[in-house]
């Protein structure tokens, strides 16, 4: 091997270009082990077969001829279920990473930390949303194939998949943040299971007024809301905010962890 | 050239790494010594950037590594060989690093043929023994092709065709006029491959020389085990030659600063028969130990004392 391999940089990158290697080296990251692929397969399973099911049956009876149904609720409801999918394959890109020391090496080719957390966030954040609701599209679509007395109007599609999208990078930024916190993933799997399923319907369900109080403030409640328009307890806007405020918490609480503490 | 100053970690009561100070130069291979536990990789993972230091600074190629924006074509390591995704690839886990880096795609294929991990790159890192994952460590510390690398325990668990590989490797590196650092607890693994050592026991810096200093303190110290019929004459004759003389547990006489021909020829003026005459080999690995051996943290109680550490 001779010293000159590779040409001398002159030029020192930016740190945009930084984050566009380190993006780029997620991807790459994130498609090349199979838990990805695993993950992405039980989503696609829950999401277009329950959502499909699920709108098929509500439909049943309901809808006719002159008054459709509009099937976006398939999606929806497959969302419901499947994003744990998608939140196991976020949780997953930063836990595998504690679990097999490989976070070691990933320090060593992005050092700069910041830079690795935004990137960490980014790729996983970006993959579920966009599967997730092309996934829920499919659904939608699925359901409509299904019984046509379903319709699926352009608008109401829209709308539908952009409220999907943001629980879902909500969702994802969640886990992520989760994940670098506890650096573990059988802690980050339960602590998401429970926030954003589990505890919301758990705590309602006890008959106490205080814990059903307290599940409102629950990032799973947020989901719910959002995603099927319901209850009424909790205003369209201020369910986004509860979610924006989860994903904010969590990603400012495992950032600590990764910028702060040693690599582990 | 790595700097390394008043470097100290500090887990809660446990001083793992206590005011380092040394210099890592190019062109040289340079032997981090030291008994486990001494610190060596808490002191690499420091210069890396991974671990905090609780005080003290490390720069590599003059600046510190955490704020490389393309460390990989400044500095490669190889820290931990099983520190490796298991369901990726070795050439997937290779092609990451090059990305993260802005390394072409090309060099995961020079860096895979000049390891040697050949087809086995394309297996998932899963199936591979300790020796295929030192090696996939390697092919990611050269990827970048930098001046700067350092290795810890990196002949941990290989054969000794595989010890022989990195033996030369290293060298290479070092005669391209690369910095390069190499961390082993065994000293006779320094004895062929080093040309400075930075020798280190309970975080602390013993012994910061270069390899012939070091050898040429071992010779002033060279020793000579004589058996005989007659210790007492023998001794005696000896004696008067200025030279010092120990009886052994086992009854022989060490002589120190003689050699074998010196301590025969008197045997022979004075007519006294010799059934044994040997030089001690105060092997670097003896030095070594006798540095090191207050700083060992896990010691086996009780040890008897070989016949080369007899002292007046």
Known sequence: MSAAVLAPRMDRPGTASVFGRAAGAEWVRLRTVRTTWACLLAATVVVVGLGAIAAADEAEGTATAANPIVSTFAGEYGVLLGQFGLLVLALLAVTQEYASGSIGPTLQWTPRRGVLLAARAAVPTVVATVVGVLLALVADVVALLIDPELTLPLGDAAAGLARIAAVLAAGSLLAVGVGLLLRSTAAGLATVFLLQLVLPFLMQSFNVEWLADLAQWLPGTGAVRTLLREPDSLSAGGALALLACWSAAALAAGGWRLLRRDAG | ?312
Do not use: C
Not at chain 2, 97 to 121: M, T
Not at chain 2, 131 to 158: C, H, K, S, Y
Not at chain 2, 254 to 279: K, N
């Open chain 2, 1 to 312: 050239m790595i700097e390394v100053r008043g470097l100290t970690k500090q887990y809660g009561a446990v001083r793992a790494v206590d005011d380092l100070t040394f210099d890592v130069r190019p062109g040289k291979v340079t032997g981090f010594l030291g008994p486990n536990g001494a610190g060596k990789s808490t002191t690499m993972r420091m210069v890396l950037g991974l671990d905090r230091p609780t005080s003290g600074s490390a720069l590599v190629a003059g600046r510190p590594f955490a704020r490389l924006a393309e460390p990989l074509r400044t500095a490669g390591a190889l820290l931990d060989a099983q520190a490796v995704h298991p369901g990726r690839s070795g050439r997937d886990h290779l092609r990451v690093a090059a990305r993260a880096n802005g390394i072409p795609l090309r060099r995961v294929e020079e860096v895979v043929d000049q390891v040697g991990l050949g087809p086995a790159a394309r297996r998932r890192v899963k199936g591979y023994s300790l020796g295929m994952r030192q090696r996939l460590g390697i092919a990611t510390a050269l990827l970048g092709d930098p001046a700067v690398l350092l290795f810890d325990e990196p002949m941990n668990g290989l054969d000794l065709d595989g010890v022989r590989w990195i033996r030369r490797l290293v060298r290479e590196l070092a005669d391209e006029g690369r910095t390069v650092l190499l961390s082993s607890h065994l000293m006779s693994e320094m004895e062929q491959t080093a040309d400075h050592l930075v020798i280190i026991g309970r975080g602390r810096l013993i012994a910061d020389a270069s390899m012939a200093e070091v050898m040429r303190g071992e010779s002033a110290r060279r020793q000579v085990q004589v058996r005989t019929p007659s210790p007492d004459e023998l001794a005696g004759a000896l004696l008067r030659r200025q030279l010092r003389v120990h009886p052994t547990d086992v009854g022989d006489l060490l002589v120190e600063g003689a050699s074998p021909e010196t301590v025969g020829d008197v045997a022979l003026e004075v007519g006294v028969a010799v059934h044994r005459l040997a030089e001690v080999h105060n092997s670097l690995e003896q030095i070594y130990l006798d540095l090191t051996g207050d700083s060992v943290q896990y010691r086996v109680a009780a040890e008897p004392e070989p016949a080369g550490q007899v002292r007046p």
